[in-house]
């Protein structure tokens, strides 16, 4: 899974930040065959899930001498925000928690323009 911001300023609380994209990138083994549940959750800063997203993803045998199974994944959300405070996605398959990003939501006051970058 791949953080690469780790702040998002809103102007007021509650918030929805639109179209956030959450990119990840599965890693697998033959022996890991079949079926798996996906989940990605949004904790909030009270550790409540703000937000959850489950599904089933099938793994299928592999070509001939390939070892390693790859798979990418971009999930895109409209994220709840009600307080500021630490957030965090929360990535789990078969109900094994493989990754977990963490990012700050804070408030700024307006700006001139109406825009904050």
Request: charge should be negative; proline fraction near 7%.
């Amino acid at each position: 899974m791949l953080g690469i911001w780790r702040h998002v300023a809103v102007q007021q609380f509650p918030a929805v930040h639109p179209r956030a994209h959450l990119v990840l990138h599965l890693r697998g083994r033959r022996t890991e065959l079949g079926n798996h549940e996906l989940r990605v959750r949004l904790l909030d800063p009270e550790g409540e899930v703000a937000l959850e997203q489950t599904g089933m993803m099938q793994v299928n045998e592999p070509p001939a001498g390939v070892v390693d199974l790859e798979a990418p994944a971009v999930l895109v959300f409209d994220l709840p925000l009600a307080a500021a405070g630490e957030y965090a996605f929360v990535v789990s398959v078969d109900q094994i928690e493989l990754a977990r990003v963490a990012f700050q939501a804070t408030m700024v006051g307006a700006h001139p323009g109406g825009t904050v970058h």
